[in-house]
C-alpha cells in the first residue's frame, strides 16, 4: 500500500487506489494499411511482412477497446460519462480512422509503421489528455485487427 493511504492525485483530481473501478468503451472502425518499409525492396518487404506488404493496401474491420479507470463520481455514480468517453474516441480517433488508409490519410499516424502495435500507441496518445481532463485514468487500449490477432497497450 502506498505510504499516502493508498490515494494518488492526478492534475486536479485525486484517486483512491484501494477503490479503482475500471470501464470500457467499445468503438470500430474499418480501415486500409500495408506494412511495409520504403528503404527495403519489394522482396524484403515481402520476406519481412509476408502478404500484409501488398502494395495494393489490405483492410480490416477493427474493434477498438478504450478502459478508463478511476473512483466512482458519489454525485454521478460515474467513473466517466460514457457518452463523453464516446465522444472522445468518435473525435480524435474514428473520424480519423473509419474508412480510411492509415498509412496516407491519418494525421497521427504520420512517420510510422502502420503495425496494430503502433496504432494501439497512437491511439493512447491522442486520447490520454482528453480522458484526464475528465477526470479519469487512461488504463489501456487495446485493438483487435481480426478475431485472432489483437494489441493492448498500458502506456508507459
Same mark, same amino acid.
Given at each position: 500500500?502506498?505510504?499516502?493511504? $493508498?490515494?494518488?492525485?492526478?492534475?486536479?483530481?485525486?484517486? !483512491? +487506489?484501494?477503490?479503482?473501478?475500471? &470501464?470500457?468503451?467499445?468503438? @470500430?472502425?474499418?480501415?486500409?494499411?500495408?506494412?511495409?518499409?520504403?528503404?527495403?525492396?519489394?522482396?524484403?518487404?515481402?520476406?519481412?511482412?509476408?502478404?500484409?506488404?501488398?502494395?495494393?493496401?489490405?483492410?480490416?474491420?477493427?474493434?477498438?477497446?478504450?478502459?478508463?479507470?478511476?473512483?466512482?463520481?458519489?454525485?454521478? $455514480?460515474?467513473?466517466?460519462?460514457?457518452?463523453?468517453?464516446? !465522444? +472522445?474516441?468518435?473525435?480524435?480517433? &474514428?473520424?480519423?480512422?473509419? @474508412?480510411?488508409?492509415?498509412?496516407?490519410?491519418?494525421?497521427?499516424?504520420?512517420?510510422?509503421?502502420?503495425?496494430?502495435?503502433?496504432?494501439?500507441?497512437?491511439?493512447?496518445?491522442?486520447?490520454?489528455?482528453?480522458?484526464?481532463?475528465?477526470?479519469?485514468?487512461?488504463?489501456?487500449?487495446?485493438?483487435?485487427?481480426?478475431?485472432?490477432?489483437?494489441?493492448?497497450?498500458?502506456?508507459?
Amino acid at each position: 500500500m502506498p505510504s499516502n493511504g $493508498g490515494t494518488k492525485k492526478s492534475s486536479n483530481f485525486v484517486f !483512491n +487506489l484501494e477503490a479503482m473501478v475500471y &470501464i470500457t468503451r467499445r468503438e @470500430h472502425f474499418n480501415a486500409a494499411h500495408r506494412l511495409f518499409r520504403p528503404d527495403f525492396s519489394e522482396a524484403e518487404n515481402l520476406s519481412v511482412f509476408g502478404k500484409c506488404s501488398n502494395p495494393n493496401w489490405h483492410g480490416h474491420n477493427y474493434i477498438l477497446f478504450v478502459t478508463v479507470k478511476g473512483n466512482v463520481n458519489p454525485d454521478t $455514480g460515474f467513473v466517466i460519462n460514457l457518452k463523453v468517453l464516446s !465522444n +472522445l474516441i468518435q473525435q480524435r480517433i &474514428i473520424d480519423k480512422l473509419d @474508412h480510411k488508409n492509415i498509412n496516407l490519410e491519418v494525421d497521427f499516424m504520420k512517420g510510422r509503421l502502420a503495425s496494430t502495435e503502433n496504432l494501439a500507441i497512437a491511439i493512447w496518445e491522442e486520447l490520454e489528455s482528453g480522458v484526464r481532463d475528465t477526470g479519469g485514468i487512461l488504463h489501456s487500449v487495446k485493438v483487435e485487427e481480426t478475431e485472432n490477432n489483437s494489441v493492448e497497450y498500458f502506456g508507459t
